[in-house]
């Protein structure tokens, strides 16, 4: 059965960091794009960071470039999102999504971050 479970949200204060971790199983992890997406309350999910497959292409939202770092692990099946410098513009739930072109999508449950002081 295919899962992604995010962890290691938050209250953290402004400036500070946390790295979120989305463990993943049922499926052929290293063939799929990850990302993250957030959102806050009243307001559409976004998209944050991306990261392919094979090369391991990464993209970021305008609003998180140079502050927020995506990577993978394949060996761990875990997709992580590292977060610096945090403002409260931040604040959302962040989820984590498997993508493949030819195969089902998958969406995480989500992990609560909250920055302020």
């Known amino acids: 059965q295919v899962q992604l479970v995010e962890s290691g949200g938050g209250l953290v204060q402004p400036g500070g960091s946390l790295r979120l971790s989305c463990a993943a199983s049922?499926?052929?992890?290293?063939?799929?794009?990850m990302s993250w997406y957030r959102q806050a309350p009243g307001k559409e999910r976004e998209l944050v960071a991306g990261?392919?497959?094979?090369?391991?292409?990464?993209n970021y939202a305008d609003s998180v470039k140079g502050r927020f770092t995506i990577s993978r692990d394949n060996a761990k099946n875990t997709v992580y999102l590292q977060m610096n410098s945090l403002k409260p513009t931040d604040t959302a739930v962040y989820y984590c999504?498997?993508?493949?072109?030819?195969?089902?999508?998958?969406w995480g449950q989500g992990t609560q971050v909250t920055v302020a002081s």
């Open positions: 999504k498997a993508v493949h072109w030819n195969a089902r999508t998958y």
């Open positions: 049922g499926f052929p992890f290293s063939q799929y794009t």
């Open positions: 990261i392919a497959s094979g090369y391991e292409e990464t």
